[in-house]
């Protein structure tokens, strides 16, 4: 819990962050639905966050080197606050619900996540707990995906929570288990506390001689990464910064990532779908303003794809872009037929995507 203490007029909440994270302040708030305004100091860093309806309505940081941003100073750090309820702001400046926030910072940490699963070999499973132990994210790669059940046994027990005790203190620098898996294989179980995320990182995997590049990757890699992902996330869930909503389907992560880089970078919001059959219930769910669709697909090609969207009335008005390689340059033809509106050739760089997208949707 945080600790506060109430303001002599009984209007305000004063407290200091010690383990938890400003987001463990602003969840509940946002839950309750209560009208509130937050200010919060950190050395020369000030921040001031109001709610409504269980949303973010306006924001406003300012940083000791002239900085400012609705997004910045959010994640997890020191400081002072003073929570007031009842208080509206004169003006909107930012629409975040407290859902969307968490969906795209799930997926910030996926994507980080997913970077170091390509250098491991055999399981892997990770997951980030609060100092009271509950689960904020877990990212399952074990090969029987059996790596929740796997951690609610090893990361529990006396010896776990000494540790766990230990590790906020600084007394150790991690915990480690070498265990039998359930199919027999070695793995290593391994907990560390970041100290500026305010989470405790989980970890399970079977490549144990890469244990020294995992803790280089986390310290390196994911702990700055992470810090940076909450602003992100919220800068992608916020309402009035969205020009237009974008699906993307291929099958192929790297392009997935490449796309939704750019895009979110500018502006848009982007959902993603790995096959056909993905796309067809992203697009009833989104309602996207557009589509890149990757023309070779498994399970169901952009062909097919592209055919049953224009045949339908509810999303034959919506553009859609199709992804090829010059070796089909022959196969524009049969897109076309399909209802494609223009093809683009990978690669691709950021801004003929751009320009692809603005002019199609009418932006400037």
């Known amino acids: ?59 406003a940081t300012k940083s000791l080197k002239g900085k400012e941003s609705a997004y910045h100073l959010i994640s997890w750090r020191n400081g002072v606050f003073r929570l007031r309820r009842d208080i509206e702001p004169e003006i909107q400046t930012v629409d975040i619900a407290w859902e969307d926030f968490q969906r795209q910072y799930r997926a910030e940490l996926e994507k980080i996540a997913l970077g170091l699963v390509a250098e491991m070999e055999g399981g892997f499973y990770l997951e980030l707990r609060n100092a009271k132990g509950e689960a904020v994210f877990s990212f399952d790669r074990m090969q029987t995906q059996e790596g929740p059940a ?90 009035t910064e969205v020009r237009g909503t974008v699906l993307v389907v291929d099958d192929s992560p790297t392009v997935r990532e490449i796309l939704e880089d750019v895009l979110t970078a500018n502006g848009f919001r982007v959902i993603s779908a790995q096959d056909g059959y993905e796309a067809l219930v992203r697009v009833r769910d989104a309602r996207p303003d557009l589509i890149f669709l990757d023309l070779l697909m498994p399970r169901m090609d952009g062909y097919e794809v592209c055919r049953r969207l224009k045949r339908d009335d ?51």
């Open 1 to 59: 819990m945080v600790k506060t203490v109430t303001s002599k007029d009984g209007r305000d909440l004063l407290g200091r962050l010690e383990e938890e994270s400003l987001l463990e302040l602003i969840e509940p708030v946002c839950k309750t639905g209560t009208s509130a305004y937050l200010w919060i100091r950190y050395g020369g860093e000030e921040g001031h966050f109001y709610f409504q309806d269980g949303r973010m309505v306006h924001a």
């Open 314 to 364: 509810a999303t034959r008005t919506i553009p859609v872009v199709m992804l090829t390689v010059k070796e089909l340059h022959e196969d524009h033809g049969a897109g076309f037929r399909e209802g494609a509106d223009l093809y683009i050739e990978k690669p691709f760089t950021e801004k003929k995507i751009l320009a692809i997208v603005e002019n199609v949707l009418g932006l400037e």
């Open 150 to 239: 796997l951690a609610g046994e090893w990361f529990a027990g006396p010896e776990f929570e000494r540790a766990c005790r230990d590790l906020i203190r600084g007394n150790i620098l991690d915990f480690r288990q070498t265990r039998e898996g359930r199919g027999g294989e070695t793995c290593l179980a391994l907990v560390r506390y970041l100290k500026e995320l305010r989470y405790f990182v989980n970890v399970i995997f079977t490549d144990t001689p890469k244990q020294n590049d995992y803790l280089h990757w986390l310290t390196d890699s994911f702990e700055p990464r992470a810090l940076l992902a909450a602003g992100t996330a919220l800068r992608r869930a916020d309402k």
